[in-house]
């Protein structure tokens, strides 16, 4: 036994030359395990994250939002046929009286020309009567029977816009065109036929929204 063996020591701690026996700290398993564990469980963690994310962008199961669409839209009602276009007397078809109720003379003598050159059948061409001489503020004020309103007026208004609508006791279908103190000219041909045809075009079928 070497001077150097402690009491009591032999085997392989027997110190029998110049260099000692290494001594090595016994591993920690649990530590090794619990640190495979955790591991896995941040893969895992991360993994479902990243199926959280794909959902949110892509809307989640497109199969399953189409079937949710599919019942949640009514079942498609027959299309209704597109209303019929509006029917509307003809320019030759209305007899017009046009009276100035401005101070500016000779304004219903051209306004009668111009709705005679447009096709209109002219009547009556003068003066307003005085409940309207000068109490005209707007363009013009179109004057008929009750009748007027869903014809007459509408064609005489696709050539001079702003116009007012009255009604009166007049059994007659001819309607009177006073001229007010903002009016100026009448809308140019191309416009007043423009106007004329958004009014008799059939109405569009709403579309299903499903």
């Known amino acids: 036994m070497s001077m150097l063996t402690p009491p009591g020591m032999g085997g392989k701690y027997r110190i ?12 920690n398993r649990r530590r090794i395990v619990l640190a495979g564990v955790s591991g896995v469980v941040a893969l895992g963690l991360a993994g479902w994250g990243t199926l959280q994310l794909i959902d949110v ?13 599919k019942r949640d839209c009514p ?44 096709g209109f059948l002219v009547g009556d061409v003068g003066n307003a009567p005085e ?3 000068k109490k005209v503020p707007g ?18 208004g696709t050539q001079l816009p702003g116009t007012v609508q009255k009604t009166d006791a007049r059994t007659t279908a001819e309607i009177d065109l006073i001229l007010g103190a903002k009016f100026r000219a009448f ?19 709403p579309s299903s929204s499903c």
């Open 16 to 27: 029998t030359g110049d260099r000692y026996p290494r001594m090595r700290r016994p591993r």
């Open 57 to 69: 962008f892509t809307g989640g199961d497109t199969s399953a939002n189409a079937a949710d669409h």
């Open 75 to 118: 079942t498609p009602k027959p299309s209704a046929p597109a209303k019929a276009a509006k029917v509307l007397p003809k320019p030759a078809g209305i007899k017009v009286n046009v009276y100035n109720a401005t101070t500016r003379s000779g304004l219903a003598k051209a306004a009668a020309a111009e709705l005679k050159k447009r």
């Open 131 to 133: 409940a309207y001489d």
């Open 139 to 156: 363009p013009a004020l179109l004057l008929g029977a009750p009748t007027a309103t869903n014809g007459s007026f509408t064609v005489l």
């Open 187 to 205: 809308s140019t041909p191309r416009a007043a036929a423009a106007a004329m045809a958004a009014l008799t075009k059939p109405a569009p079928v």
